[in-house]
């Protein structure tokens, strides 16, 4: 008998979850978790191109596709985030904009993440007089969270938001 009723409790969560996403689309995203989803993948970025050019190696062809592959595997992630975000309510898309505007902010003063940001500005650093086009390749890491933001990128990268149909 007890068996029935945790089949019947069961069957209720599913029906109620199901008629919740039915009615919504989806159940509700918590901000500050999508927010720090997309922090989480900025940093990953930073810390996926710190280990690629490691050691500064010369921009060639092949360095040059690790590090578009990092931006790519990055935008796709954050794109599928900004769709979450796109159909939040205003007041939870400023919390998310808040959110990771605020930990963006202070990257280089977190016990976690400041050495990820230390090593991003090294390998800025090591590029920026040299092969301009490869320069902009890492430059363009530091502004990844704006894929989160439809809007932002639209304003920013009207082509990019063309190419991701947003």
């Given at each position: 008998m007890q068996f029935m009723m945790s089949r019947r409790g069961m069957l209720s969560s599913i029906v109620a979850t199901t008629v919740l996403?039915?009615?919504?689309?989806?159940l509700a995203a918590d901000p500050k978790e999508i927010a720090n989803q997309v922090?989480?993948?900025?940093?990953?970025?930073?810390?996926?191109?710190?280990?690629?050019?490691?050691?500064?190696?010369?921009?060639?062809?092949?360095i040059a596709e690790t590090v578009d592959a990092i931006?790519?595997?990055?935008?796709?992630?954050?794109?599928?985030l900004g769709h979450e975000i796109a159909a939040m309510s205003d007041a939870d898309r400023k919390t998310v904009e808040g959110v990771v505007s605020s930990s963006v902010s202070s990257i280089h003063t977190k016990p976690e993440t400041k050495d990820v940001y230390a090593g991003y500005q090294a390998v800025w650093g090591a590029y920026v007089g040299g092969d301009q086009e490869f320069f902009n390749k890492i430059k363009s890491l530091n502004?990844?969270?704006?894929y989160a933001f439809f809007d932002l990128l639209r304003k920013q990268e009207p082509e990019e938001a063309d190419r991701l149909g947003v």
């Open positions: 996403v039915g009615a919504t689309g989806a922090y989480q993948a900025y940093v990953e970025a930073m810390t996926r191109t710190n280990a690629a050019l490691e050691g500064f190696p010369e921009p060639t062809p092949e931006k790519e595997d990055s935008v796709t992630k954050l794109v599928a502004i990844l969270t704006q």
